[in-house]
């Protein structure tokens, strides 16, 4: 065992104390709503959730992701009843006449805003496709996936490729990056045929519109035709997305045997690396694509997103390379747990300030989708 693997495996037992005596008690216990239904918003850093919070579509699918997990990472509490929770809220109060998820409803389950984002249809896909996982029971999942997913092509298809989001910058990456994650979840149920052909469309787009030609990095808005969108949006670069997007493209270079997105995803990789800030040990939020740092402060999100790269990446490489996987496995691991310090055990901080105090704001639950994949990865790269 080397010394990366022996401290990894000392930081995996924390994060498993974490997980399963605090975290995944206290979100289901005070975290989900057993008024009005599905999963608050936010936990104040005493546990107790503020009052009045509109909640999002992404936060319910991002939930039953969490609990459908959970029994994969040794939870013994209710996760039978905790992992449908958040699905089945959203499927009763944000699904729209054309079968497509609303962004928004408030506190009290009215809707709130109507719009159907891309980017929360992918969420949904994942919620069910991680439900169905747990709970094959629920034998209406897999036709209610095919049926969103066809109302998306459907209703979304563009001239130039892709999908259109719905926002001011309808031409994204990051929605297709969350789609691809969705429709990878379901190839593990359903292997082949639409899930496949989807997969292989969304990486083509990706490898020749969404990844720079010159500079191999990612970026986030695009016009029309794919091209970096104007102005300062078009050069905005995400280190926690080269991060994501080198996680989903390895898995899809693996699965699909596309030895250019396995490169691909080396190169994303090295680029997110460009945005991490050696003295506060975290990735930033935001770099232009000249690769000087836009914003410093640096999110939990992305560091979760470094963990699971790094860990993916060190699967297939010899050597000194492997080495520097596992060492920059373990700075991420290490800053994570950094944003898990709280006077109540079982949140996080969500935002590290550039001089590496963090914002005393309430926990949001957004963030617990992102800690559990990691360290689902965790679990799995120690196995």
């Known amino acids: 065992m ?37 999963f608050h918003e936010l936990l104040g850093l005493d546990g107790s959730p503020p009052g009045g919070i509109p909640r999002r579509a992404r936060v319910q699918a991002r939930q039953s992701y969490v609990y459908a997990m959970a029994a994969q990472l040794g939870w013994s509490g209710p996760w039978q009843q905790a992992a449908p929770h958040g699905l089945d809220f959203l499927t009763a109060r944000y699904r729209r006449a054309d079968g497509q998820f609303r962004t928004l409803v408030a506190a009290d389950a009215t809707a709130l805003d109507d719009a159907a984002l891309l980017y929360d249809q992918a969420f949904a896909l994942l919620a069910m496709a991680s439900v169905y996982t747990a709970l094959p029971q629920r034998r209406e999942l897999p036709a209610q996936a095919h049926a969103l997913l066809e109302r998306i092509l459907s209703l979304r298809r563009h001239a130039a490729g892709g999908l259109v989001e719905t926002a001011p910058c309808a031409f994204q990456s990051n929605p297709h990056m969350h789609l691809l994650e969705a429709v990878l979840a379901w190839r593990e149920i359903e292997p082949g045929g639409h899930w496949d052909a989807l997969a292989d469309e969304i990486v083509a787009l990706c490898l020749t519109r969404f990844i720079d030609a010159d500079g191999g990095f990612l970026r986030e808005f695009f016009d029309a035709d794919w091209r970096p969108a104007a102005g300062a949006a078009g050069r905005i670069i995400e280190p926690g997305h080269q991060f994501e997007w080198a996680w989903l493209l390895e898995r899809f270079g693996r699965l699909r045997r596309h030895d250019g997105a396995c490169a691909a995803a080396r190169t994303l990789y090295g680029i997110g690396m460009r945005g991490f800030d050696a003295g506060r040990g975290a990735a930033v939020d935001e770099m232009s694509d000249d690769l000087a740092v836009t914003r410093p402060g640096a999110r939990l999100w992305p560091q979760t997103e470094q963990l699971k790269a790094a860990l993916i990446l060190s699967e297939t490489a010899l050597g000194e390379e492997k080495e520097r996987y596992l060492s920059d496995a373990l700075l991420a691991a290490k800053a994570l747990w950094r944003y898990l310090q709280t006077p109540l055990p079982g949140l996080w901080r969500d935002k590290m300030l550039p001089d590496g105090t963090f914002v005393e704001e309430a926990a949001p639950a957004s963030s617990f989708y992102h800690i559990v994949c990691a360290l689902v990865s965790l679990k799995h790269a120690l196995a």
């Not at 080397?2 to 000392?10: G, I, P, V």
């Open 2 to 38: 080397t010394e990366q693997d022996e401290h990894l495996r000392t930081l995996a037992s924390r994060f498993d104390d974490w997980l399963l005596k605090s975290a995944l008690p206290l979100w289901w216990d005070v975290g989900a709503d057993r008024v009005h239904g599905g």
